[in-house]
């Protein structure tokens, strides 16, 4: 089992920057691909960004690119997603998720992903 646990959600205003952390545990979380995800209301969950715990380049979605970023801190088994230039569409709950079937984290599927975090809310408003 893993378990994961997202903070740092908050309400921003346009143009603003967040960082989510995501602190990890359980057995075999050294050796998982790690991902945020995001859904917001009435929309399908996305996949923003990966990387596998065991070391590798990360992915970030083309939605995103070049204004968030997904890196870790092994030694706290935390991941990170720095978000820049936050807009009213980033606006969402996000999720980080573990799966098993790395280490080629950018061809796992969002439904192979075993373990979820509860969330954390990001809101986008004036």
């Known amino acids: 089992q893993v378990q994961l646990m997202e903070s740092g959600g908050t309400s921003v205003q346009p143009g603003g920057s967040l960082r989510l952390s995501c602190v990890g545990s359980?057995?075999?979380?050294?050796?998982?691909?790690m991902g945020w995800f995001r859904q917001a209301p009435g929309k399908a969950r996305e996949r923003v960004a990966t990387?596998?715990?065991?070391?590798?380049?990360?992915f970030v979605a083309d939605s995103v690119k070049g204004r968030f970023t997904m890196s870790q801190d092994r030694a706290k088994n935390t991941t990170y997603l720095q978000m820049n230039d936050l807009n009213p569409e980033d606006a969402a709950m996000y999720y980080c998720?573990?799966?098993?079937?790395?280490?080629?984290?950018?061809?796992?599927?969002?439904?192979?992903?075993?373990?979820w975090g509860q969330g954390t809310q990001v809101t986008v408003s004036p």
């Open positions: 359980g057995s075999g979380y050294n050796s998982v691909c």
């Open positions: 990387l596998y715990i065991g070391g590798g380049g990360t």
């Open positions: 998720a573990a799966s098993r079937r790395g280490p080629n984290c950018e061809r796992v599927a969002t439904a192979d992903y075993d373990y």
